[in-house]
């Protein structure tokens, strides 16, 4: 396995009784890098994540986590990662701060400094008992756990889901900060504009496959480019261009997506047919996204 | 009906889905057994003169007293039936009204089930309402059968109705008991145990007033009253009634406290806890510790009382005998005072040990508690072998079941010691002779462990276990079933102690089971999935 894998899956499938949870799923998450793992609900990441974590047994393809067995080496391999699962739930009889002090020894240890400095960046109260945390609260306390542990990889399932908007912005800092420092993070998400916000590259999974992996570039890249344009004359040619999609033409307004490869020949022709303004526009990933599902719909 | 409870009828008929197979097997428990025992009577005894002396043993015996009650007719079947029967019967809808009520009111809750019910069309109330009308029908199912049931049997058609209505009625009573505790707490597991703790000290009051025959001290406890209806031998119908007003009383107490709360709140307030944990919490097995040690302490503290009460009582068990000179000759040909002292203290024992069981397989079950809750997958993707942390578990469950044993053989043996003058030399005997319980009751535990790690779906055998090897244990004689079949239950291997001959074999190949059989639920685990919610 590459130096520089920090998760490596190929080819892995897992069902549950009659549901395919995972059919042939392929991932790489290279080490030092912020990962998005995108999806909607019922694709496979939580499954994906616990199969990484040794707590689920895949039944065909391979999986290496840093380089060990997530089975095998689980034990090993947990010192050297953090987990912070998607539904949190804590002990309704320990406080907040008991837990997160827990988790963070059964790890091996976590930063004292840290862990006072996330509590009161969360806005975190460690002195309430277990079953009177709100979801939000549940969730802070796993990140800060995960977050103060000081580890190698971050599997993160979907942390945000129960965070108001200023607690999601102290969560975007502190990934950027653990990315800083080097650690390798692995974040699955339904929602694309923290994986916009964070990821350097994103993995799209959908029916337990991986639909697209590369950087935000590579993936708009392969998508089309929204492009206005105001021209003197409208040429007839235009609807005929190879790459051009959904061409609308209102007056002298025309509107078009158009394939990444054939931009370059596309305002080309615009150009020549007296251009007068212009707006081109990347595609979000949610277009991306939500084309990913149409096609598949359809 | 007002606002308050709109939906309740869809909540009751949601209810009787959920519980479409667990309410059936109550049921059926709860009726079969007084029935069972019916036919058994009959059938095992069909001379008067034979039954006249199955009565005869039984007032001799207080350690049967305990258990059952006093005997109110001998002569007739029904009045053994109800003797045997009515206590067992009584406890066991207790048991099904209480967790049916919590399971669905404050375990909805917990579950954030109620938040989504709540945001729906329906009334603040309707969702304790369902579950107390669900426990009522259940109720009135077993009224129905049981009376039915022991009218078919050919007994009269009064005390059917009167066994019956004093079995529902200690049903409706801890629906109510039921219905208050889940107001009261945050939690479903300390709202079952408050119901548990409730019904397990009536049973106690009753246990030692009827084994003491201190008519008194039975009738402070409404398991005590079950038996005092007298069905089929004078019966006493106002008690019946009794039994729905105490419930009515505990409904309208719940009420009032459920109109005093918020969602999901309780009225006893959460403290606050600490804000870092203390040193010594960083391996599984401190988790494991700190997670039971609370339900521990209740039940040490509680068997340290239930031994002191017995212990202080064995000493009349001699002087029950009165004047009667049947009884004092069966006595006499029984070896004495004394060995009716430790024919009382073994069949104690052998009790506790039972209810012990029933400590080490629900503390044996708590990793799969954790693990459906989500709770064991934190834990487990940390650095934590998944041996390690099911072993925390077990190791509570285990030295946990052994020190309750120490507690009640130490409190029984130190009470009757101080009647008889030797305190020390009784503690230390009597602790030997709750100790000998030690590997039956982790061979409960061990059966729970085993289904944890094959069969996790399927945990709740371990309990249906403990029941089968109950009934056999306390059935078994009086239904003369063939030997092989009482001896599956591990609790017939332990010799009866004190008093008995003391015998290596049996406790070291109960040992070795219960170590194989927990290496193998161990093993199993290692291997299989861990339950995604
Ligand atoms: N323990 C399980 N038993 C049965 N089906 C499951 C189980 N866990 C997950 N699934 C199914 O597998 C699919 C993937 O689920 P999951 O991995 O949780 O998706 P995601 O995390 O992307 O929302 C879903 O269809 C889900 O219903
Ligand atoms: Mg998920």
Redesign the interface.
Known sequence: MPEDSAVLVDGLTKRFGRVHALNGLDLEVHTGEVHGFLGPNGAGK??AL?IM?G???GDEGRVEVLGGHPFRD???L??RLA?V?G?????????G??A????G????GLDPRRRAELVDRFDFD????G??YSKGNRQKA?LIAALSSGVELLLLDEPTAGLDPLMEAVFRECILEERRAGRTILLSSHLLAEVEALCDRVTIIRDGRAVESGTLAQLRHLTRTSVTADLSSVPDSLGGLPGVHDLTVTGTRVGMEVDAEHLAAVLRVLTGAGLLGLTCQPPTLEQLFLRHYQTTAS | MNRAMTGTGVLLLLALRRDRVAAPFWVLAVVALPVGTASAIAELYPDASQRLALGMTIMSNPALRALTGPVYDAASVGGLTAWRATNVAAVLAALMSAFLVVRHTRAEEESGRAELIGAAPVGRYALPTAAVLMSLLTNLVIAVLLTAGLMGQGLPVAGSLALAGAVAGVGLVFTGVAAVAAQVT??A?AANSIAVSVLGVFFLVRAAGDAAAVDAVSWLSPVGWAQRVRAFAGERWWLVALFAVVALVLLVGADLLARRRDLGGGLLA?????????PW????LA?AW??QR?PLATWAVAFAAVGAVFGSLAASVGDLVGGNEQIAAMLARLGGADALIDNFFAAQFHLFALVIGGYAVQAALRPRAEEI???A??????????GRWLLGHVACSLAGSALILTVVGLAAGFAHGLRVGEPVRQAVRLLGAALAQVPAVWVSAAIAVLLFGFLPRAVAAAWAFLLVFAVLDLFGQLFQLDETVRMLSPYAHVPALPGGEPAAGPFVWLFLVAALVIGAGVAGFMRR??A??
Not at chain 1, 87 to 94: R, Y
Not at chain 1, 105 to 108: N, S, T, V
Not at chain 2, 377 to 386: H, K, M, T
């Open positions: 939580t499954t616990r974590l707590l689920l047994h689980a034990v090993a947990h010192r987990y699962p539904d949190v739930t804590l002990w309704p009889t320990l406080s701060g008991e997160i002090d827990l988790l020894r059964l790890r091996g460690p002195a309430k008992k079953s009177t796993a | 945050t939690s597991r959460e403290r606050r806890g600490r804000a870092v944990a203390a919490l960083r391996s599984p988790l700190r997670l609370g809750a989500g709770r997958e934190p834990v487990l993707a940390a650095a934590v072998p998944r999935d861990l995604a919610d």
